[in-house]
């Protein structure tokens, strides 16, 4: 079976943020019951952002980086299933997807373990310019297509 060679940095995400999530349950557990909470008694309909100011921040990082890869994210898995579907998958197109990914990935790293705002949004902005450049090719082929 063939598919387009895009799907693979999207995959990659996807596992990355899996790891991401265990690694923010491994954390935050033990951390919980330091502080007396269990699932048992934490408050009805409480959230993981309750646990701010309760739990160390450096516990709570994974967990806001774990947000963080359910926002803009989806914006990429979106272009890249676009391009995808367009034929579109590979070339630069393909390296602005890994460039995305290891810059996320990157940022993960960074906003889980030293949190330094200036090199997190060094990151979120280089990042940004990667998914910025795979819809500018989308966009301009459309564009093409529907002009042409």
Same mark, same amino acid.
């Given at each position: ?61 994974? $967990?806001?980086?774990?947000?963080? %890869? ?7 898995? +979106?272009?890249?299933?676009? &391009?995808? !579907? ?25 906003? $889980?373990?030293?949190?330094?705002? %200036? ?7 280089? +990042?940004?310019?990667?998914? &910025?450049? !795979? ?14």
């Amino acid at each position: 079976m063939e598919y387009s060679p895009i799907l693979v940095p999207v995959v990659a995400l996807v596992a990355w943020t899996l790891v991401v999530m265990v690694w923010m349950v491994v954390t935050r557990i033990p951390a919980m019951r330091k502080a007396g909470i269990t699932l048992g008694t934490a408050r009805r309909g409480g959230r993981g952002a309750n646990l701010d100011g309760v739990l160390p921040d450096e516990v709570q990082w994974k $967990s806001h980086n774990y947000m963080h %890869l359910m926002e803009q994210p989806t914006i990429f898995y +979106a272009i890249a299933l676009t &391009l995808a !579907l367009m034929g579109m998958g590979h070339g630069i197109n393909y390296w602005l997807a890994w460039g995305y990914v290891g810059l996320r990935i990157l940022h993960s790293l960074i906003q $889980s373990t030293v949190n330094i705002v %200036l090199y997190r949004f060094t990151i979120f902005a280089l +990042a940004s310019l990667c998914l &910025l450049g !795979l819809t500018v090719h989308a966009g301009a082929r459309i564009l093409h297509d529907c002009l042409g």
